[in-house]
């Protein structure tokens, strides 16, 4: 596959089929994702992974932990939080992104921006191996309970939570706006 | 030639050179660059072209061409954040795709980005901030990288 089709053929996967995923084949597609991102010095970012019944279990009591908090939420929405766990159980496997954060704004936006640059390599480089994901960012994930249970340390901050899988059916493309729409040539004198 | 086959270096500005054809091909390869994941497909990037004599003191980087790239603010932070990382995927969609034509893509950052009246002098709308500025350039010669052996990945199980 060309590198034109492979960036615009990824798709954001939300439906796994239930075949495996190699722990060491994500750790060997990240150890690219990071060479095709050249940097410098140690990395500030670090991966927390998911991928034994146990530990999915877990993750899938911490993601419904906030909304459980809430007594009605309890009563009404069981059902549906039921739903959720199943789906959280059957996902093959998570990775969890999380970055230093730096005081200095121009080093905070470097970290943040080179831990993503990575995850897109991820991305792309596992659509080449049919392994799909969908980078989640959702509210239910992103509060300080979530936060402290994933283990988060001050100073650091979520970058995402990754759900991967292998997949029957390629989800349809949104249509993109070309980029000529978005261009301006500079105004500066 | 497959991604998993492909290295990239970190490039020296010395190497980079001017081409007719530079704007043409790098409104080409963001084209296919724009395909990066984004929420809700809220396409949060904007361009600003910049080169040669239109060049700003404050631009200090040595290259034949700039690409300011901005984004739409958002009072929300969770939105900010995602809009900031689909950006940063954009970024290396484009730096991937350059690599591939012979086009250097350098990812800087500047203290003024953070700066509304140097924005301004760019032409940046007050509703958006810069994400980072990339530095464009041809090479006729691909720096020799010094071997690295790769680094361990930081890495733990929940
Ligand atoms: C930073 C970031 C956060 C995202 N968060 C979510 C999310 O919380 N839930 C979700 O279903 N998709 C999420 N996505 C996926 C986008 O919705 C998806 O990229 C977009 O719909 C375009 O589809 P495509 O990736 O198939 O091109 C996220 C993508 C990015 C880059």
Redesign the pocket.
């Known amino acids: 596959m060309s590198l034109e089709s492979l960036i615009r053929e990824?798709?954001?996967v939300?439906k796994f089929n239930n075949l495996p995923v190699s722990e060491a084949l994500v750790k060997s597609l990240l150890q690219k994702s990071e060479q095709l991102c050249p940097h410098d010095g140690e990395s500030q970012w670090r991966y927390v992974y998911v991928g034994t019944d146990e530990a999915r279990e877990r993750l899938s009591g911490y993601i419904s932990e906030k909304v459980l908090e809430s007594r009605i939420a309890r009563l009404t929405l069981s059902k549906v939080i039921e739903s959720y766990q199943r789906r959280f159980l059957k996902i093959p496997a998570y990775l969890i992104a999380i970055a230093d954060t730096d005081h200095d704004p121009i080093k905070n936006e470097e970290i943040y921006g080179t831990i993503?640059r990575i995850l897109q390599n991820f991305q792309l480089l596992s659509w080449e191996q049919q392994l799909g994901m969908?980078?989640?960012?959702?509210p239910i994930i992103q509060n300080e309970l979530f936060y402290k249970r994933i283990g988060l340390k001050e100073g650091e901050r979520f970058v995402?939570m990754l759900e991967i899988g292998y997949f029957d059916k390629s989800?349809k493309?949104?249509a993109r706006t070309t980029a000529d729409r978005y261009w301006t040539d500079s105004v500066y004198q | 030639m497959n991604l998993m086959d492909m290295s990239i270096t970190s490039l020296q500005e010395q190497y980079m050179e001017m081409r007719d054809d530079l704007k043409e091909l790098v409104l080409e390869l963001l084209n296919h660059a724009v395909?990066?994941?984004?929420?809700?497909?809220r396409e949060p990037w904007r361009f600003i072209y910049i080169t040669g004599g239109e060049k700003p003191d404050f631009l200090n980087q040595k290259a034949p061409a700039h690409l300011v790239i901005t984004m739409r603010n958002d009072s929300n932070t969770l939105k900010q954040?995602?809009d900031l990382?689909?950006v940063f995927?954009l970024i290396q969609n484009l730096t991937l795709l350059a690599w591939d034509k012979q086009l250097g893509v350098r990812v800087s950052f500047y203290e003024w980005m953070f700066d509304r009246n140097y924005c301004r002098k760019l032409g940046v709308p007050d509703k958006e901030r810069i994400v980072a500025v990339l530095d464009l350039g041809f090479y006729s010669v691909i720096p020799e990288a010094p071997f690295k052996p790769s680094a361990a990945l930081k890495w733990s199980f929940l």
């Open positions: 990824r798709r954001t939300r993503c969908a980078w989640i960012t959702e995402g989800p493309a949104r | 395909w990066a994941p984004n929420h809700r497909n954040n995602e990382a689909a995927c």
